[in-house]
Nanobody, 116 residues
Framework: QVQLVESGGGLVQAGESLRLSCAASGSIFSLNVMGWYRQAPGKQRALVAIITRDGSTNYADSVKGRFTISRDNAANTLYLQMNSLKPEDTAVYYC??????????WGQGTQVTVSS
């Protein structure tokens, strides 16, 4: 089973940017739909953005125009470019794939904290 490791989180001020990375232990080419999710304190985990193997994307309304999801199948890596960050973006961010979610798999996530 492919393992996923998120990185790139940190503490930033509102309006700044971060780029999250998700490194897979194996090929992600077989993982058609991959995505980024986030869980804020006291809230359920929510979908942020998804991308298919051929590059089609979809975003939560709250991040449209600010976040960009991308994937490098050759490097087995998923990315999330986050611009114009807001305090409400503060959360633990997770990457995952539909096939792994079905198996109940979640990684450790990476903390993003945005101060006002």
């Amino acid at each position: 089973q492919v393992q996923l490791v998120e990185s790139g989180g940190g503490l930033v001020q509102a309006g700044e940017s971060l780029r999250l990375s998700c490194a897979a232990s194996g090929s992600i080419f077989s993982l058609n739909v991959m995505g980024w999710y986030r869980q804020a304190p006291g809230k359920q985990r929510a979908l942020v953005a998804i991308i298919t193997r051929d590059g089609s994307t979809n975003y939560a309304d709250s991040v449209k125009g600010r976040f960009t999801i991308s994937r490098d199948n050759a490097a087995n890596t998923l990315y999330l470019q986050m611009n114009s960050l807001k305090p409400e973006d503060t959360a633990v961010y997770y990457c995952n794939a539909d096939r792994l979610i079905a198996l109940g798999y979640w990684g450790q996530g990476t903390q993003v904290t945005v101060s006002s």
